[in-house]
């Protein structure tokens, strides 16, 4: 049984309170605007509950030099409700903690142009900021001792004295996954208004990923895998122990699979974690808990849990609290443990307040909750929790947006064609009237360990809104295998890649035609990673119902694709389910460029030329499989300098008008499929030639 807090209601009305008005003569979101918004990412919670903390992110404009956005750092004071910016301008600000005591709020940046990410401290009454590491690597993560006299944290091993004589001279080859260096854990001492001393080793010989250290400060509790590569930090890290009054670390669980969060309880006997429930979940879904020493290793997780818990902390010694993806609306739950152990009571229900939680912070002995929350209308915003009343609102970002007309959006489910339920949220476009049908965008997540929420999801990549001011709508899909339903569900589609997976997408559209809701001659669909791959896909196997495609760092030809990705186990334990050389006419029929001959759906191939999750080879065999298979339309757009995703302004300036573009050439304007495609160059459409 599952209770709920009497402050739904409270929460409700609060958030219909904090609704902007919009006057009759509101415009659409335009594209500048949507490349311009500010939103929170991360929040953090001081030890006596009395500041709050986030991070808010905004793109670089085109006239910054050339890098990923910037993020500053915003404090609140939840007595008075004052919201100052601490860290703003040309700055990225990451890893934001507060101090024991509360009097310091800690983040790590980089400042000076040949600086290294370091840990910097700031006291939350005002002041200037000092750093309080010295590493000449950059720090990757860290955690304060509970003492406030020193921090753990983790940084890269520097090149030793005969690697640096080596590079001078131009010896510059490295041995593919060879020579890697470790992520190495260190504590420093802590003192206000000091220099940082020199450090002391404490852990090496591993790749540690992240610390925490327990409240009574015997002990260091740390992620590690065995080697510094992205897929055994995805599928191959255990949880260890290591004595700061000395000793070597010690494996405590042995995950079976992903590892997401842990905490440690605030009496130092318990750890709490979440991840996977076996090496095949693709995703963190299980919440577990063990003595400190791994002792009594076991899922607390409700029976039949209908989602995937996400992130866990500590209430009291008895209590945790965690926050879950079910369905299209998280949920932030509380969970009663040990002898009082109870049905889990839940606190915020997205389906009944409207609000879509991003993450949250919570400490032991303190009430308030904050968390980073978003809504339809609304980018991700500060918000508290209170141990009375409803949450309220901290930041109030993008004020524009009270002047912006947008689509209404709602969650719709129909039945695939064996059935099963599933659902998508779908955006109306701007204006639209009842009787009349619109052509349609269908947005595919990536992972596909993903789900999308009924909350705001508009960015460069996602352009829902832009579309639906253009009058396009767009449906999001959570097809099988998409997480937030359960671990069963999330299985559906283990090895099974392109089946019924992505004929849940084509019988959602088929769904709303017969609604009367779509125009079938005028559907369009993109995506990005695996929602890349299923673009290709649909874009050939499903051709005649899609009339355009946008391909953003998708897959094409499957066996390739696990030798060149840098998470080949990652792709053949949780989603492939066995080794290319058991599956080869499986990942050749699976495989878009199979297809291509059959395809007549003009294509948009978008990709970075440093992307190491999908080589942007991929983008290019694609291509040149229809090109000479004589495709009337297709175009591949290398992006230098971008990985898996588009970080620099340009980039994804550049993204959003040319998928735009796309869409509006062939859904709106109607173009045929075999003339001639939109214009190359978009220069002028950018505003990139004005003075």
């Known amino acids: 049984m599952t209770r709920r807090s009497p402050l739904f209601a409270c929460l409700v009305l609060a958030l219909a309170a904090a609704a902007l008005p919009r006057p009759a003569a ?118 304060w001792a509970p003492d406030g006299a020193s921090l753990c944290y983790i940084d890269t091993a520097a090149p030793d004295a005969r690697e640096k004589k080596l590079k001078k001279k131009g010896w510059l080859l490295e041995g593919f996954e060879e020579g890697l260096k470790d992520r190495v854990l260190r504590r420093v001492a802590f003192a206000r208004g000091e220099e940082p001393g020199e450090a002391e080793t404490l852990v090496e010989g591993l790749a ?30 255990d949880l260890y122990r290591l004595d700061l009054q000395g000793g070597e670390p010690v494996l405590i669980v042995d995950t079976p699979g992903k590892l ?23 995703a963190t879904s299980t919440l577990f808990q063990c003595g ?70 919570a400490q032991p002995g303190v009430k308030d909750i904050v968390f980073a929350g978003s809504t339809p209308t609304m980018p991700a915003e500060l918000f508290r929790w209170p141990a009375r009343g409803g949450a309220e609102r901290l930041t109030h ?3 524009f947006l009270a002047d912006v007309e947008l689509g209404r959006q709602e969650v719709v489910t129909w039945n695939a064609r064996d059935g099963l339920a599933i659902e998508g949220v779908l955006t109306y476009p701007v204006g639209w009237a009842a009787g009349a049908r619109f052509p349609l965008v269908v947005q595919v997540h990536g992972g596909p360990e993903s789900n999308e929420t009924n909350g705001w999801y508009s960015r460069y990549a996602e352009p829902g809104q832009v579309l639906a001011g253009l009058g396009i709508g767009t449906l999001l899909v959570n097809y099988r295998g998409s997480t937030g339903r359960g671990v069963e569900f999330a299985g559906l589609a283990y090895g099974d890649p392109a089946g019924a997976e992505f004929d849940d997408i084509v019988d959602g559209v088929d769904h709303l035609i017969a ?86 759906t003009p294509l948009l191939i978008l990709h970075g030329d440093r992307d190491h999750r999908v080589h942007f080879t991929q983008s290019q065999v694609m291509y ?59 220069s002028a459409e950018m505003g990139l030639l004005d003075d």
């Open 260 to 282: 997401g969060n842990y905490a440690i309880s605030p009496d130092s006997r318990y750890l709490a974690w979440t991840g996977a429930a076996t090496r095949q979940d693709h």
């Open 208 to 237: 540690v990923w992240s610390v925490q250290i327990s409240p009574d400060g015997r002990w260091a509790v740390f992620g590690a895998s065995a080697r510094n590569l992205v897929d055994e930090q995805y599928v191959m890290q």
């Open 397 to 399: 970002h993008n004020a």
């Open 515 to 600: 609604a009367g809701l779509v125009d079938g001659d005028r559907v369009g669909v993109t995506g990005g990673s695996y929602g890349g791959y299923a673009t290709n896909w649909l874009s050939t196997v499903s051709s005649d119902r899609f009339a355009a495609g946008v391909s953003f760092v998708g897959s094409s030809e499957q066996i390739s694709k696990r030798f060149l990705t840098n998470i080949p186990y990652e792709d053949e334990w949780v989603h492939m389910g066995g080794p290319v050389r058991e599956q080869w006419e499986l990942m050749t029929e699976r495989s878009p460029v199979f297809h291509a001959p059959q395809s007549t």
């Open 26 to 143: 509101a415009a659409p979101l335009t594209q500048e605007q949507l490349l311009d918004l500010e939103q929170v990412r991360s929040v953090a919670l001081s030890p006596d509950g009395r500041f709050a903390a986030c991070t808010v992110s905004r793109n670089r404009t085109l006239d910054d030099e050339a890098g990923g956005a910037w993020v500053g750092l915003e404090v609140a004071d939840l007595k008075t409700g004052t919201v100052r910016p601490f860290v703003s301008g040309r700055t990225t600000v990451g890893h934001v903690r507060f101090s024991p005591d509360g009097r310091l709020v800690s983040f790590t940046a980089t400042r000076g142009t040949d600086a290294k990410s370091q840990v910097w401290v700031l006291p939350v009454d005002g002041g200037e900021a000092t750093v309080a590491t010295a590493s000449p690597t950059g720090v990757a993560d860290y955690a």
């Open 292 to 361: 400190l020493d791994g002792s009594h290793n076991a899922s607390i997780t409700p029976a039949d849990f209908p989602g995937h818990i996400r992130t866990v902390a500590w209430r009291d010694a008895e209590t945790l609290i965690y926050n879950s993806d079910e369905g299209c609306y998280p949920k932030l739950s509380l969970q009663k443990i040990g002898k009082r152990a109870a049905a889990r009571t839940v606190l915020i229900d997205g389906a009944e307040s409207g609000v879509i939680i991003a993450g949250f912070a």
């Open 624 to 682: 040149r499989a229809l090109q000479m298979a004589g495709h009337p339309a297709v175009r591949l757009i290398y992006y230098p300098g971008e990985g898996h995703g588009n970080s620099k302004r340009f980039g994804r300036a550049d993204y959003l008008a040319r998928t735009v573009a796309w869409f509006d050439w062939y859904l709106l304007q109607g173009h045929p499929r075999d003339g001639a495609m939109p214009p190359l160059d978009l």
